[in-house]
């Protein structure tokens, strides 16, 4: 063997792969079996690993790093975590770096023998999918949070901001409501473009949840107020409408997720679209409160810089923060103090 050839097979560092690999990831990501067409362009598809439904995406930088991610499975918390093209070989092929690198100088024509293409890896089965909602079931259930929404008159709402300790315009932002029949509150549930899909209820006295029938789950959130939200402006997410309701009593943008592992592609929908500058999970403060925001932090990384802030030891959550005197301003300097989570494209993966 030559020195040359000795030097091509042994000498070449990461940054020079990356560097002969840029602008060409497309074909070499097609090579390792990931299908053409789920590289197409940037809109979410089905994951050809996990199966999921929209989770899959290449990144804004694709063509040059090999940028991709799947919310549930190559993210800024996987390991390997989403980043550049050699992250990418490594989840897709489900092999080490050091696996991806020597299959990657083999492509490039730098390793030892003659690379050989790898079969497409068959995605695992994903659960079905909910049945999707019709429109005259949503426009049922549209419906039906109105009439609710009627029902709740002003002592009414008096009545329940006093006893969730909230202010009552909050609840009127949220659009909550009464239903004599299930003697329980209402609570719309929206998409992220503001439309009504859903109805979460709740009982007064014990607080028992539940939903009416036809609805699927969704945010809690003044459509109004994030229609006209401030370019750039910081938006706060809380677990259930009345953690949301209690952040709005303090007059910050807030929407609300139906539960600790739900809500997540509405978020990402909304996010999208009104483009915050920045997102703080404001977090239950039990394991799975904490957990749930780490999660949902990784899935909305994609979109603005991400912060988790907890109640103090002892307080269950935003509500019982605020109730026991929590300002916006201490929640504020809570947001500032905390470690901003971001997808960083220069460097690969979150930082």
């Known amino acids: ?34 299908p053409a067409e789920l590289l197409a362009d940037r809109r979410g598809k089905p994951c050809p690993k996990c199966g999921g439904r929209d989770r899959f995406a290449s990144l804004p930088d694709f063509d040059t790093r090999g940028s991709l ?36 100088r083999s492509f490039l024509g730098l390793g030892v023998g003659k690379h050989i293409p790898v079969q497409a890896i068959k995605p695992t089965m994903a ?15 549209e419906l039906m949070a109105d009439v609710c929404r009627r029902n709740l008159t002003g002592p009414g709402i008096a ?8 202010h009552p315009q909050s609840l009127r932002q949220l659009q909550v ?6 003697c329980a509150t209402t609570w ?17 006295v014990t607080a028992a949840k539940g939903s009416m029938s036809g609805g699927n789950g969704g945010l809690f959130y003044d459509p109004d107020r994030i229609a006209n939200i401030e370019s750039g402006a910081r938006i706060w997410i809380a677990e259930g409408p009345t953690d949301t309701a209690a ?55 994609i979109v603005a810089g991400v912060r ?32 901003v989570f971001k997808f960083d494209c220069t460097d690969g993966g979150a930082a």
């Not at 659960?127 to 259930?141: C, M, N, T, Y």
């Not at 409501?177 to 299930?182: E, F, K, P, Q, R």
């Not at 915050?276 to 239950?284: G, K, L, N, R, T």
Request: charged share 25%.
């Open 1 to 34: 063997m030559s020195h040359n050839s000795h030097r091509n097979h042994h000498q070449h560092s990461i940054s020079d792969l990356k560097r002969l690999a840029s602008g060409r990831w497309r074909e070499i990501l097609t090579a390792a079996g990931l």
């Open 69 to 104: 991610i799947c919310r549930h499975c190559h993210n800024a918390s996987s390991n390997p975590r989403s980043g550049d093209g050699l992250a990418s070989l490594q989840w897709w092929l489900g092999c080490s770096m050091a696996e991806a690198i020597v299959w990657l």
């Open 127 to 141: 659960p079905p999918p909910k049945p999707v909602q019709s429109e005259s079931d949503r426009l049922r259930i």
């Open 159 to 166: 009545h329940l901001a006093k006893q969730l300790g909230v």
């Open 177 to 182: 409501g009464w239903c004599a029949s299930l």
């Open 188 to 204: 719309p549930m929206r998409d992220g473009i503001g439309n009504i899909i859903g109805v979460r209820t709740r009982e007064p």
């Open 247 to 301: 952040l709005l009593t303090l007059g910050l943008d807030a929407v609300g997720i139906p539960s600790a592992k739900s809500g997540g592609d509405q978020l990402l929908e909304l996010g999208r679209r009104i483009l915050p500058s920045e997102i703080v999970i404001v977090a239950d403060g039990d394991d799975s409160g904490i957990e749930s925001a780490r999660k949902l932090r990784s899935e909305l990384v």
């Open 308 to 339: 988790i802030i907890l109640p103090p030891v002892g307080i269950k959550d935003a509500r019982e923060w605020i109730n026991r005197g929590a300002s916006r301003v201490d929640l504020e300097n809570e947001a500032g103090a905390a470690e």
